[in-house]
């Protein structure tokens, strides 16, 4: 990986403007499948394509947020998946500035004398910026891993900026202990006393009483507690009595030290410990905490658990006495950016705390789904939040469905932990959900009648629980309906092209039968020589990535399934099943994909990852192999360009190429034209959806990163 990756590219597009870059010429062979034909490949060019986010907001989990001290609305978080975000006072919206990094952070840190630099600790390594985050150098001296998306990754920040010296920085890493350089980052160096094998969740400089370079530097380690250097840096010692189990710390008054922990809140005053958890509270999981730089008695801490409304105290005392907010003494106000949020989110799982050093009582915190601001955390009387969710998108997709024309429907989304949504405009944010559910894994419409849609849905991540939901109006309203007997969990729905009412159904498992329902699911039959195992997935869980699956687009009456090197088709609406080929291709690596080209009927195409993108013609008993395109993650078909009969879209490798990239063909595959156009899909591509009524509008679900919006 080059050291320096350019970021303004990607800050352009979302900002919506766009650049065109001619790709050199690429060939490639084109071996013959036994059975098959081959797909020439002549070219490939890269087109200009705008891409931006699908307005969402927010929906994943911001795990840190810091604040410059001294340069005014000079903020930055970061999230477990979808990357890390810079706020623009001017547009008043959160600016992605890791796209072509990682998608995971697992720490955050500024430098408070050059008000442009910015670290941020990633799966892929630690990272410095000079530039607010525009661009970005590797530094590779640094020997430790992080996980963004790991354990604790809402505890602490593990990267410490001495504010006395800005060569100096400590760095915790997961599983290496900690480190500490004198260079800015360009070497480093083991710190002394620390075990070598800790997990450094959270490192704070007290920068009092020294000149030069600070001279107290604490870390935590997960498991075993506090440690303190009083030289520096130099060595470290675990501080007697520290919680065993420390999340996140800050320097209050005279230089005291509070802890949040796993039950409770304590202060160390540099001899004693003294535990300050609010009577109320006792016992709880701490973790978010922060002082008001400009009264270092003021503070707030929060509880984390795994559900919303956890417990938020704030104290004007040092934590000598503390109020609980959001109660009938205190009470508080929200305001949504994002209308489908539900009433009950507030301090969700809530991470850090942050008050603003420019503007006293000015107080933000994150939490599982976004960032939340008071104007004054301290004022007497109802407190008032305000969602601050503009251009945070963190959904994590499960799976996409752009609706033939007449749905009024632009694209809908399956989403884990917020359900998913139907999406009629890319600007404005959804009012409601499309199902009061935590995951949506399967959805399906009408080809001819496109208002009428099924889902599958459940609030289990392992796909458990699953219920199938029928809707006439485009998830205006829903009706429940039954899956087969027996069934508990996964599988696949897909609805029949002319009629809503009949649809077939792919259970998961390695035996997962076939069933077809002619009632919207009021009874179900299994299916006669339909493939077994269909939907056998990697696991029986909601990021399955096998659709195996799909209804003709122009004959109600046929399916396909793709089992084992063969696509299945049955012509009585899923009830009896044959092999269309009579020569097996390969069996899927990893994901699964299949769809019919709209407006032919019986033509179907499938997907199989690492082995390949495969054609079916209508009335032909041998597939074609797309060979230009060997590794094919997903595919969809789009709105024809005029005069032609379909867009091709697909995520993938082209041959003689390395790393996937996203494509449009205009041939059916003989040649490809690269739409990402720079923008990165760091947070991995879960599945593609283009549009049925706009050419060249496509979109794409990320694992963390919302829904992107590409067009020309």
Not at 22 to 45: D, V
Not at 219 to 244: D, E, K
Not at 249 to 278: N, R
Not at 465 to 477: E, H, Y
Request: charged letters at 10%; aromatic letters at 10%.
């Amino acid at each position: 990986m080059k050291t320096k990756l350019i970021l303004t590219c990607v800050l352009g597009l979302l900002l919506g403007v766009t650049s065109c870059k001619k790709a050199t010429e690429t060939k490639s062979s084109t071996p013959l499948l036994p059975g098959g034909s081959k797909a020439s490949f002549s070219s490939l060019a890269s087109l200009a394509y705008n891409w931006s986010n699908v307005a969402i907001g927010g929906g994943g989990y911001v795990t840190g947020i810091v604040i410059h001290p001294s340069a005014a609305n000079r903020m930055y978080i970061r999230t477990d998946v979808g990357g890390a975000y810079r706020w623009d006072a001017t547009a008043l919206a959160w600016v992605q500035i890791l796209d072509a990094v990682s998608s995971s952070v697992d720490g955050i840190a500024l430098d408070a004398n050059v008000t442009d630099r910015v670290y941020v600790g990633t799966n892929a390594g630690l990272y410095q910026s000079n530039d607010q985050g525009s661009t970005w150098s590797k530094l590779s001296s640094f020997p430790g891993t992080f996980s963004g998306n790991g354990d604790l990754r809402w505890a602490g920040e593990p990267i410490a900026v001495d504010p006395l010296n800005s060569a100096i920085l400590f760095v915790g890493s997961r599983a290496n202990g900690l480190y500490k350089s004198t260079t800015t980052g360009s070497s480093f160096s083991q710190a002394s006393g620390v075990p070598t094998g800790a997990d450094v969740r959270s490192v704070v400089i007290d920068p009092s009483g020294s000149t030069g370079s600070s001279s107290k530097i604490y870390a935590t380690v997960a498991g075993t507690g506090v440690y303190m250097s009083t030289n520096g840096g130099t060595s470290f010692s675990l501080i007697s009595g520290s919680p065993t189990n420390p999340n996140r710390m800050a320097i209050g008054a005279s230089g005291k030290l509070y802890v949040t922990h796993s039950t409770g809140i304590k202060v160390y005053d540099g001899s004693a410990w003294t535990d300050i958890t609010p009577s109320t509270d006792a016992g709880e999981n701490y973790c978010a905490i922060s002082i008001d730089p400009t009264n270092t008695l003021r503070l707030a801490v929060a509880v984390r658990t795994s559900a919303s409304g956890d417990p938020m105290y704030r104290s004007t005392d040092g934590g000598t006495t503390w109020a609980k907010i959001n109660t009938s003494t205190l009470p508080i106000t929200k305001s949504n950016e994002p209308g489908w949020w539900p009433s009950s989110w507030f301090s969700s799982a809530t991470s850090s705390i942050a008050f603003d050093p420019l503007h006293s009582g000015n107080m933000y915190y994150t939490d599982w789904f976004g960032i939340w601001f008071t104007a004054n955390m301290f004022q007497s009387g109802s407190i008032a939040f305000s969602a601050q969710e503009n251009g945070h998108e963190e959904t994590d997709l499960l799976t996409l469905a752009a609706p033939s024309p007449g749905a009024g429907t632009l694209v809908y989304s399956g989403c884990a932990d917020v359900g998913g949504f139907r999406h009629i405009s890319l600007t404005s944010y959804p009012t409601t959900s499309l199902y009061s559910t935590q995951q949506i894994t399967s959805i399906s419409y009408c080809e001819q009648f496109p208002q009428n849609i099924a889902i599958l849905a459940t609030n289990n991540n392992d796909a458990s629980g699953i219920q199938l939901f029928t809707s006439a109006n485009s998830g205006g309203s829903w009706t429940a309906a039954t899956l087969p007997s027996g069934i508990t969990a996964g599988g696949r729905i897909v609805v029949s092209s002319y009629n809503p009412d009949k649809m077939i159904y792919v259970a998961h498992g390695a035996s997962g039968k076939i069933y077809s329902t002619s009632n919207k699911g009021v009874s179900w039959t299994a299916s006669t020589n339909g493939p077994l195992g269909a939907d056998a997935g990697t696991s029986n869980d909601i990021y399955d990535k096998c659709f195996p699956a799909a209804a003709d687009c122009v004959n109600g009456s046929k399916f396909y399934v793709f089992q084992g090197g063969f696509m299945y088709m049955s012509t009585d609406v899923g009830v009896t099943w044959a092999k269309r080929n009579t020569t097996a291709i390969p069996t899927a690596s990893s994901w699964t994909n299949v769809a019919s080209r709209p407006g032919i009927d019986g033509e179907a195409w499938v997907s199989l990852d690492g082995n390949g993108l495969y054609k079916l013609a209508s009335g032909a008993s041998a597939f074609t192999q797309i060979t230009t395109m060997p590794i094919a993650r997903c595919f969809s078909f789009g709105a024809p360009q005029s005069g032609s009969t379909t867009a091709l879209y697909a995520y993938g490798t082209l041959s003689g190429g390395s790393g996937n990239d996203l494509y449009r063909s205009l041939d059916d595959g003989s040649t490809w034209d690269q739409i990402s156009n720079g923008q990165h899909f760091s947070a991995g591509v879960k599945a593609i959806a283009a549009d049925r009524t706009t050419f060249g509008q496509v979109y794409i679900a990320t694992g963390g990163r919302g829904v992107m919006v590409g067009h020309p």
